[in-house]
């Protein structure tokens, strides 16, 4: 395996892995536990946004994400990506589903919550208020912060494969 294909494999695997980093407090609504949550900083010109986030569901019954509200944004979307003829593309969902006792992962190249039409750039420090709605847990306000790719990154390769430490 090339040098390149190694860190490739260690990147792809920290991001399915991402474990917890303390990068935003967590928050618990009813059954279920949001961790983890952040946004991308917008690269100049965008005007679209994206944010992450972990859901567990304790519960003993399935629960959806519903939808998503913020005042950042015209439109809030909830979104996956799909293989469509060998290129990824971007859906809408109607609702993201939470399986008892499973933690459901949004992140970069799947699942998120997308902000289509900032009203603003979102900037790296910045607090992104944002409301969700699920199906039987309510709704839960949280505060998803913004961070640059390099931060996104430098969390990432504190637990990256133990050949790079
Ligand atoms: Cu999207």
């Known amino acids: 395996m090339k040098p390149t294909q190694t860190l490739v494999t260690a990147s792809l695997l920290t ?70 003829q060998g290129v990824m593309r971007m859906r809408q969902v109607d609702s993201i589903e939470l399986k008892p006792g499973e933690v459901t992962e949004l992140k970069p190249g799947g699942l998120h919550v997308m902000f289509i039409g900032l009203k603003a750039p979102f900037k790296a420090g910045q607090q ?7 199906e039987r847990g309510g709704n839960l306000e949280i505060e998803v912060p913004v961070k640059t790719m390099d931060e996104a990154g430098a969390m990432m390769h504190k637990h990256s494969a133990p050949e790079a430490q």
């Open 15 to 84: 991001l399915l892995l991402l474990p917890s980093s303390g990068l935003s407090q967590d928050y618990r609504i009813g059954s279920l536990a949001v961790d983890q949550a952040w946004a991308r900083e917008s690269p100049p010109t965008v005007t679209n946004g994206a944010a992450f986030m972990t859901i567990t569901n304790r519960g003993t019954s399935t629960d959806r994400l519903m939808s998503a509200d913020a005042e950042v944004s015209e439109r809030v979307e909830l979104h996956t990506h799909l293989m469509d």
């Open 128 to 134: 992104v208020p944002v409301t969700l709605r699920f």
